[in-house]
T-cell receptor
Framework: AQRVTQPEKLLSVFKGAPVELKCNYSYSGSPELFWYVQYSRQRLQLLLRHISRESIKGFTADLNKGETSFHLKKPFAQEEDSAMYYCALSGVNYGQNFVFGPGTRLSVLP | KAGVTQTPRYLIKTRGQQVTLSCSPISGHRSVSWYQQTPGQGLQFLFEYFSETQRNKGNFPGRFSGRQFSNSRSEMNVSTLELGDSALYLC???????????FGPGTRLTVL
C-alpha cells in the first residue's frame, strides 16, 4: 500500500539555521515524489518534484530509494519559509492516486 | 492560464442536509481530484475523475460522491451531512493521473 509519513508535526528553527523536513514513504515500485507547501491564507502549491531535481526557493530534496526517504532541506532558513509542508507520493500506474503525508509545520523564528 | 476555481468558497449547512461543491480545473486538464482537509486528519483523498470516469476512490462512505462533465468541470456531493463532515474541501486538477496537481482555494463547509 502507498503510504507517506512525516514524523514531525512541528519544526521550529532560527533564521539562518539549516532545516530538514523528513519524509518517508512505502510503495512497491518507483513512485513520483513531491513536496507541497501551504503558506498562511494561500492555496496548496507545488514546491518541487523529485524528477525535476530543481532547487526552489533554496530548497532541495533527494530521493533515497534504499531508505525510502525524500527529505526536504534548506541550508539557511528564512522567516518567509514558515508554512505547512506536505510530502506526497503518486503511484504511476492506473488506479493509483496521490497520497499526502500528515504535514510538518515549519516555524522559522527571528 | 486561469487557476483552479471552486465554488462556493464558504457553506454552512445543518445535519441531514446535502451539499454540492463545484470545481473548474485549469483549461486542458482532464484529471480532477478531491480532498478533504481537517486539522485532525490532514489531507485525505476522496476521489479522482479523468475524462468523466472515476479512476480512484479513497476510503470515504458512499454519502460522498462526485462526477465530472465533458468540459472537465467536476462536482462533489455529500448527502445526509454529519457534523464530522465540516472541513475544507480541496479540488486539484492535473493534465493526467499521477502528474503534478494544481489546487484550488477550497470550499469551507461547516455543518451545524
Amino acid at each position: 500500500a502507498q503510504r507517506v509519513t512525516q514524523p514531525e508535526k512541528l519544526l521550529s528553527v532560527f533564521k539562518g539555521a539549516p532545516v530538514e523536513l523528513k519524509c518517508n514513504y512505502s510503495y512497491s515500485g518507483s513512485p513520483e515524489l513531491f513536496w507541497y507547501v501551504q503558506y498562511s491564507r494561500q492555496r496548496l502549491q507545488l514546491l518541487l518534484r523529485h524528477i525535476s531535481r530543481e532547487s526552489i526557493k533554496g530548497f532541495t530534496a533527494d530521493l533515497n530509494k534504499g531508505e525510502t526517504s525524500f527529505h526536504l532541506k534548506k541550508p539557511f532558513a528564512q522567516e518567509e519559509d514558515s508554512a505547512m509542508y506536505y510530502c506526497a507520493l503518486s503511484g504511476v500506474n492506473y488506479g493509483q492516486n496521490f497520497v499526502f503525508g500528515p504535514g510538518t509545520r515549519l516555524s522559522v523564528l527571528p | 492560464k486561469a487557476g483552479v476555481t471552486q465554488t462556493p468558497r464558504y457553506l454552512i449547512k445543518t445535519r441531514g442536509q446535502q451539499v454540492t461543491l463545484s470545481c473548474s480545473p485549469i483549461s486542458g486538464h482532464r484529471s480532477v481530484s478531491w480532498y478533504q482537509q481537517t486539522p485532525g486528519q490532514g489531507l485525505q483523498f476522496l476521489f479522482e475523475y479523468f475524462s468523466e470516469t472515476q479512476r480512484n476512490k479513497g476510503n470515504f462512505p458512499g454519502r460522498f460522491s462526485g462526477r465530472q462533465f465533458s468540459n472537465s468541470r467536476s462536482e462533489m456531493n455529500v448527502s445526509t451531512l454529519e457534523l464530522g463532515d465540516s472541513a475544507l474541501y480541496l479540488c486539484a486538477s492535473s493534465p493526467k493521473t499521477g502528474y503534478e496537481q494544481f489546487f484550488g482555494p477550497g470550499t469551507r463547509l461547516t455543518v451545524l
